[in-house]
């Protein structure tokens, strides 16, 4: 039971040779979501929603990804 509630668990490993860590950010809303853009095909992979700072310290530490390494898109 409510299933939907819980945080999305890795749909794959964070491979730095073949993914780009990305935040899209809208610029209406306001919503940002964190994920990986595969080089190679430009494809977006979406793992989370970005609401808050502690959201965003939780997709760095998950993934080890450094913050100067990630990739703004609006």
């Not at 809208?26 to 919503?31: A, D």
């Amino acid at each position: 039971m409510f299933e939907f509630l819980k945080k999305k668990k890795p749909v794959s490993p964070y491979d730095r040779e073949k993914k780009i860590p990305v935040i899209r950010s809208s610029i209406c809303t306001g919503e940002q979501v964190a994920g990986f853009k595969d080089r190679a095909t430009g494809q977006f992979q979406e793992v989370m929603l970005i609401r808050s700072d502690a959201d965003l310290q939780e997709y760095l530490r998950f993934y080890a990804v450094d913050k100067d390494d990630i990739q703004r898109e609006w």
